[in-house]
């Protein structure tokens, strides 16, 4: 039976493409089984494998900024070769597999398991979000709506996810958390294949060039090739997740194949792409600094709340799903927010919502510095502090990440969309690694005074926190000291990323004139 195309393109749920529902839950899945693992990842290390924290950040960091890196290469393969859909689910198998094998304990299944993820996350994160992209004309005033809606996909996956693979570890032990997680990756895949199977996507992310697709080179096609080059790269992923500390080599190679690769589309693109793809990068580069900071949830954050957070209700682990609950209770009405605005013409411009996004962001992580004024004997902060600074952060966040995949779309040379939106998850590369960094000043080295307790940041710490580098309580002077490293570094950088959120704002007005019209 042959299928009416033009009726499938004009179907909508909820005022959006019918393939949005598809693509929402798909990723909701896909979130599921990376947030639900990461949740575990340092404690894991720290509790199970009895790693300190220094090299469990460490692993962290690699791992988190890998996962963000490979988008870029996987967005080229899908650009040239594959096509979105195929790359979906060749990330999509590679994840599972990651998942499932991080049951299996010994040194190699375990940084083999995370590179499997890594490289997997590579293929299907950059296309199922330009897939999202495709579903809207250029222009639609839907677009921003769309993104928001498919973001609350992402973090209903992420609320959910530590919450049960949490309880799972911790009822029936660490390998039944990741086994839960991989689980999730695949009912995502299955998901995916059935909006297929139903054409909601129409003809979107086919394969670019079906005859240079078949085209066999010692009996194998490009896609075979793929999948065969996918797995080659795997060992080399490990060993730089477990070799860490040379990680910033890798750092200033991708670092130039981005400077090289951007500055070669500049020349091939018009003065008018031109313009946009330069404030891609602006964009790009603000997130990164954002995610340097926020992604201390996962890392130092879980061991805040681990070791200086009267948790009531939830363990360390589950406290990761506080920022996605919030993303799923807010999400919506800030969709309609956008689409309100929008309909009034005073929908704040993508420019300012970047900078306010920093600003919330900045004070979310004031708040979780100022928790330390109503510390108890046991040197453990109230839960509200923490779930109150999640909140703030988490407005941020939809101030800027969902409206970035909006606009990283509409900004990029047809051409090279898929590769943009790699760049633009890079910013995750970056920012995961820096974050390894911030976490790593949170660390208590015996007869070290911390870099937030003297002079000028000294004093921002004190002024916020309450507390001085020399705090202690009786018997609990290491506890003190512990809760002293976490929240001078918080509030210090709370006060740096409002700084960078006010002068973004101060030169919206520039980023808007080189934006050619799109909003």
């Known amino acids: 039976m042959s299928v009416d195309q033009s009726k499938i393109d004009n179907e909508e749920v909820l005022g959006h493409p019918k393939g949005l529902l598809y693509l929402f839950f798909a990723e909701l899945w896909e979130r599921f089984s990376f947030y639900g693992m990461k949740a575990l990842l340092v404690l894991y290390m720290t509790k199970h494998l009895l790693y300190s924290d220094d090299k469990s950040f460490g692993v962290m960091a690699a791992y988190m900024s890998l996962v963000y890196v490979t988008p870029m290469i996987g967005g080229i393969i899908a650009d040239k070769y594959l096509g979105y859909r195929k790359s979906i689910f060749l990330g999509g198998v590679l994840m599972a597999a990651g998942h499932f094998f991080l049951t299996i304990e010994t040194p190699v299944f375990f940084y083999g398991s995370l590179a499997l993820i890594i490289v997997g996350n590579g293929f299907f994160k950059p296309n199922i979000s330009t897939m999202v992209g495709t579903l809207y004309a250029e222009g639609d005033k839907r677009r921003d709506s769309g993104f928001t809606i498919f973001y609350l996909g992402i973090n209903l996956g992420g609320a959910i996810a530590p919450l049960l693979c949490a309880w799972f570890a911790e009822v029936y032990g660490w390998h039944y958390g990741f086994l839960l997680a991989g689980i999730g990756m695949l009912v995502?895949?299955?998901?995916?294949?059935?909006?297929?199977?139903?054409?909601?996507?129409?003809?979107?992310?086919?394969?670019?060039?079906?005859?240079?697709?078949?085209?066999?080179?010692?009996?194998?096609?490009?896609?075979?090739?793929v999948w065969i080059l996918a797995l080659l790269s795997v060992p080399i992923f490990a060993l730089i997740v477990k070799f860490n500390e040379f990680e910033h080599y890798l750092v200033w190679i991708a670092t130039l194949f981005l400077i090289g690769y951007i500055g070669y589309i500049l020349t091939k693109v018009s003065i008018k792409e031109r313009k946009r793809?330069?404030?891609?990068?602006?964009?790009?580069?603000?997130?990164?600094?954002?995610?340097?900071?926020?992604?201390?949830?996962?890392?130092?954050?879980?061991?805040?709340?681990?070791?200086?957070?009267?948790?009531?209700?939830?363990?360390?682990?589950?406290?990761?799903?506080?920022?996605?609950?919030?993303?799923?209770?807010?999400a919506i009405p800030f969709a309609m927010l956008w689409t309100f605005l929008s309909k009034k013409k005073a929908n704040p411009h993508s420019a300012i919502k970047f900078g306010l996004g920093m600003l919330f962001l900045g004070l979310g992580f004031l708040i979780f510095g100022m928790s330390a004024q109503e510390v108890n004997e046991y040197a453990k902060t109230p839960m509200f502090y923490l779930i109150f600074g999640y909140l703030i952060l988490t407005i941020g966040e939809l101030f800027l990440s969902p409206i970035g995949l909006s606009k990283i779309t509409e900004l990029s040379p047809m051409k090279y969309a898929t590769f943009i939106m790699g760049v633009w998850f890079s910013a995750n590369f970056y920012g995961h690694f820096f974050a390894g960094k911030i976490a790593k000043l949170t660390t208590v080295r015996e007869g070290e005074a911390g870099v937030f307790s003297k002079g000028f940041f000294g004093t921002i710490s004190e002024t916020i926190t309450g507390l001085s580098g020399t705090a202690t309580n009786g018997g609990n002077a290491e506890a003190f000291q512990q809760l002293y490293s976490y929240v001078s570094v918080y509030a210090n950088f709370g006060v740096i990323t409002i700084i960078i959120g006010i002068v973004a704002i101060l030169i919206s007005p520039i980023i808007k004139k080189l934006m050619e019209g799109v909003s």
């Open 188 to 225: 995502g895949l299955l998901v995916f294949k059935r909006g297929t199977q139903l054409a909601v996507f129409g003809d979107k992310g086919l394969v670019p060039n079906i005859k240079n697709y078949e085209k066999k080179i010692y009996g194998l096609d490009k896609g075979e090739r």
């Open 277 to 330: 793809l330069l404030v891609a990068v602006y964009f790009t580069t603000l997130y990164a600094l954002f995610a340097a900071v926020f992604e201390q949830a996962g890392s130092s954050l879980t061991l805040f709340a681990d070791r200086n957070v009267d948790l009531i209700g939830i363990n360390a682990a589950q406290t990761n799903s506080i920022n996605s609950t919030w993303i799923v209770l807010i």
